[in-house]
């Protein structure tokens, strides 16, 4: 994310960080102190997949995602936190913000793989999502997105990639969108119990 006077940090390589107290670490602890405090037992595992190399990030962060469903066979859902890069062909880089009960937070993305067979689950699921964030926040999310990989989503029915911010966003904004998404996604998940 990017920094600010009151947010630095020493950056791994341009707007990133091996420091998990200020990078996208963070922002999923963020969602899991959110989803607990909603009566939700969470694994939060902070193992960074895409350092050094983002080559292998996704075959890194399945084999962590595997390892956890066989200690833990009774998970029902898997969220997989990024945040997003978008430069413009001028260099500018882009900042996903809105404002909501008058905090800044950084705007969220759901993105579904649909390649694989289990998809059609997995979008149902960002649909619930996409419904519940708009009725409560109506500028956080930006438009889900349906791509054609997989983003490990084949290993679990209710998977999704979350995307809070990007890195024009700062750390505050991107906690703040966090929260605000963790909120609503406890009351889908909450409706999924029953």
Known sequence: YAQTDGDTYEPSDPYRTTDCTHNVVRVGEEIAQVLRAYGFQVIHDTELYDY??????????????????????????ALDVHRDALVGKDGSIYKFITTENGQRAAQVMLVVGAGHDGWKDNLALAVRLQRELAADYVTLARPAVLRSGKYNQDRLPGSLLVEVGGHGNTLTEALAGARMFAQSAAQVYAGLRG
Do not use: C, F
């Open 52 to 77: 050094p190399a983002y080559s292998g990030a996704y075959e890194r962060s399945g084999a962590a995602v595997q390892r956890w469903l066989e200690q833990y066979p009774t998970i029902k859902l």
